[in-house]
């Protein structure tokens, strides 16, 4: 199976660190999986490559990031969530919206997204993940990522993300490139770097026309010593435990009326979409004994 990959990486100058990835696969089988219409498909896109960027950047072995994008507009939440170890995962609550533009090409992701906030949970196998929330600046996802981490982590950081699709809808190429910069950068390259992020206005289609990810990332900041590369797939960890936990936190009511309607509990994976089955009867006697020892 083709796999999604990040490549970490400094500039030839040494001044700046550099993410770059490319998420197609992900992305292609995101769609596909919970039937993403084009925008929807564009914000959970480039909420992926920057979870992956940040997953592949953490410094533990078993870490995680999850990215959630809470915002007023019509596309809902979105909640992109990647493992060091090369796991991906996604979704977000509203599958099909219309192709809203602000000019040729471009997806107006802001008026999907709306006004809201960015929360960046990173599980660094610590007791309790580190959790920061930023308002959004504009809801394209890249600017309010940057923003993320000149607010919450002090980092001088500039941010490309997009997703490309041809006009029958089908997903050609996804990814971007997040640069931050070193303490120490000399003013000309800060600026120089900042012009070449400038000029990166559609990342998806010159990742597309580049051909490799390596060629992409250097032609928009030139020279770069690659340092590292992790390969991401699609997988879920939810498991029946977690969704009969799930169901047993419904209302007894709720269970009860799908017992006298002879329907089976069902819980559905919201970044997966795969469905757990519970005999209602079963669950009222577990609500029960829970209950009875004082534990639900
Ligand atoms: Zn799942």
Redesign the pocket.
């Known amino acids: 199976m083709e796999k999604s990959r990040v490549l970490r990486g400094m500039t030839a100058r040494g001044g700046a660190r550099v993410l770059a990835v490319d998420s197609l696969p992900a992305v292609r089988d995101l769609k596909e999986l919970h039937g993403l219409s084009v925008l929807p498909c564009a914000v959970l896109g480039r909420l992926m490559s920057a979870a992956m960027a940040m997953a592949a950047d953490l410094k533990v072995e078993r870490g995680r990031v999850t990215l959630v994008l809470e915002g007023d507009g019509p596309a809902g939440r979105a909640v992109a969530d990647a493992e060091t170890r090369g796991l991906a995962?996604g979704f977000i609550s509203t599958r099909e919206l219309p192709g809203w533009t602000r000019g040729p090409g471009k997806l107006d992701l802001s008026r999907a997204v709306g006004k809201g906030f960015l929360e960046v949970i990173k599980d660094l196998g610590l007791r309790e993940p580190v959790r920061s929330r930023v308002e959004l600046l504009s809801g394209e996802i890249a600017e309010d990522l940057a923003y993320y981490f000149a607010k919450s982590e002090q980092i001088p950081s500039a941010c490309a993300l997009g997703v490309r699709f041809s006009p029958e809808g089908e997903v050609l190429s996804s990814g971007g490139i997040l640069v931050q910069v070193m303490p120490g950068a000399s003013e000309e390259e800060i600026s120089e770097l900042e012009r070449r992020m400038r000029a990166l206005t559609s990342p998806s289609y010159s990742l597309e026309r580049a051909g490799s990810l390596e060629a992409f990332a250097e032609e928009a900041l030139g020279e770069i010593r690659w340092l590292g590369e992790v390969r991401f797939e699609l997988s879920?960890?939810?498991s029946e435990e977690m969704a009969r936990s799930i169901a047993l936190s419904m209302p007894r009511e709720e269970i009860a009326e799908h017992l006298r309607r002879g329907e089976e509990v069902e819980v559905v994976?919201?970044?997966?979409?795969?469905a757990y089955r519970f005999d209602p009867a079963r669950l009222l006697e577990e609500v029960e004994r829970l209950e009875g020892e004082g534990g639900r």
């Open positions: 995962r879920c960890r939810c994976c919201s970044f997966c979409e795969r």
